[in-house]
């Protein structure tokens, strides 16, 4: 097997990351650094979210364009599609060319693809920007993730990545209601908060520099022998990743289908949809600040959180009415906020420096990938099955088989290791 084709002095950096951080995350340099990996964890979601409150007004802009009525709902979604595709190219580059310099040039070309709505007249040319947006997305979330885990260790890891979720859940509600915001000056004017990463790449060229050196006195050439010489886990990350893939369905449901279950129920008022979303997110945030506070002895939870998030999705598909609908949705969504970065942290310890960057996209396009297909899932059976509640029904069926299984595995494992 051929050596990488490393830049020497940006590998060099890479590998020195874990001697510039002790794994406590207590430093006023690593709060820093820990600070700008979160606004970049943020971008993507931006991306994600921003635009959806304007769709109404680009569709009504588009209509006599062919095709506009699924091209429109395409262009928010595509870029979660790119990302979950070239997220695992995104972490093969990664590894090889470096971390640092390919998040600081992914972030500067994000703001140019993001903002190019502003100008394009094509819806076309509109959707195929949107799917530029997802792959420098691809690189700076797997990038941000694999930086949390070169820079440090442990619990205070554990805890990062348990930060990562709750911004994500805060970014989606804030960027939703700025969105909105934005959009009253019209369908384009929300495409201008994508330069925002123009200011934030500058500082993530300078601040996660580290120092030079190398982890654990391993220079990158050692690094790479030791690729090498060490086979890839690939059958522990596939069975990590279609884990991930699933959890992403039921992490998202209630994010993508919460409107709709309230509007079969008859709540029409947006405001009264804004405040039940807003409600569930925050039990999101909720269970993911739990996650920060156990941190790694929550693998050990894994089924048992499966199983509340079943039990989330059970109450909300036989709920009759909104109050009931949304206590489901604060059981399921403190279940979900324990999960995903629980998922994450179980990926990450089957990962060593050099081929992290790799594992990761692999974790990123899973999830992405999960995110992109739920509502397609959840629509799918919706029909046969006489509406969306029976559908989530099913898919509380099989959040608890899954659970079920995981529990059976975790301790067939944890008898074989005791032997």
């Not at 890891?157 to 709750?166: E, N």
């Not at 899932?377 to 899954?402: D, E, F, I, M, Q």
Request: glycine share 10%; net charge positive.
């Amino acid at each position: 097997m051929p050596a990488p084709l490393v830049d020497a002095p940006d590998a060099a950096r890479d590998a020195a990351a874990a001697a510039d951080a002790p794994g406590t995350g207590s430093t006023p340099a690593l709060r820093l650094k820990a600070v700008l990996l979160m606004a970049g964890s943020c971008l993507p979601i931006l991306g994600a979210v921003l635009m959806a409150p304007v769709l109404p007004r680009m569709q009504d802009h588009f209509e006599s364009t062919p095709g506009a009525d699924a091209l429109v709902p395409v262009a928010l979604t595509i870029p979660a599609l790119a990302l979950g595709l070239l997220a695992p190219f995104a972490g093969v580059l990664i590894d090889r060319l470096g971390r640092h310099r390919l998040l600081v040039w992914a972030t500067v070309v994000y703001a140019f693809v993001g903002t190019a709505p502003l100008w394009l007249d094509s819806l076309g040319a509109i959707v195929a920007s949107r799917a530029l947006v997802g792959v420098t997305e691809a690189v700076i979330m797997t990038c941000c993730t694999t930086l949390i885990g070169d820079y440090w260790s442990g619990p205070a890891r554990d805890r990062l990545l348990a930060v990562q979720t709750i911004c994500a859940a805060v970014s989606a509600t804030a960027f939703f209601a700025i969105g909105g915001a934005i959009g009253s000056a019209g369908w384009r004017a929300p495409f201008w908060a994508y330069a925002v990463s123009l200011l934030l790449a500058p500082l993530l060229a300078t601040v996660l520099r580290p120092t030079a050196g190398t982890a654990g006195g391993a220079a990158p050439a050692d690094a790479a022998s030791a690729v090498e010489q060490r086979p890839y886990p690939w059958r522990r990350m596939a069975a990590t990743c279609g884990l991930t893939f699933f959890g992403a369905m039921v992490f998202y449901t209630v994010p993508v289908e919460m409107s709709y279950l309230l509007d079969d129920l008859g709540v029409k008022k947006s405001a009264a949809v804004g405040l039940a979303t807003a409600v569930a997110s925050a039990a999101t945030v909720a269970g993911a600040a739990s996650f920060a506070r156990v941190g790694a002895r929550a693998q050990a939870f894994l089924p048992y959180v499966l199983a509340l998030c079943a039990a989330g999705f059970a109450v909300m598909s036989v709920a009759g009415g909104a109050p009931l609908l949304v206590v489901g949705a604060v059981v399921n969504c403190v279940g979900t906020g324990v999960l995903l970065p629980l998922l994450l942290t179980r990926a990450m310890a089957l990962l060593d420096h050099a081929d992290r960057g790799r594992g990761t996209g692999l974790w990123t396009a899973a999830f992405f990938l999960g995110e992109f297909v739920c509502p397609l899932v959840l629509l799918g059976l919706s029909k046969p099955l006489g509406g969306l509640a029976a559908a989530v029904g099913v898919l509380a069926a099989a959040t608890a088989v899954v659970a079920l299984g995981v529990f059976l595995k975790d301790r067939r494992t944890a008898v074989a290791t005791a032997a």
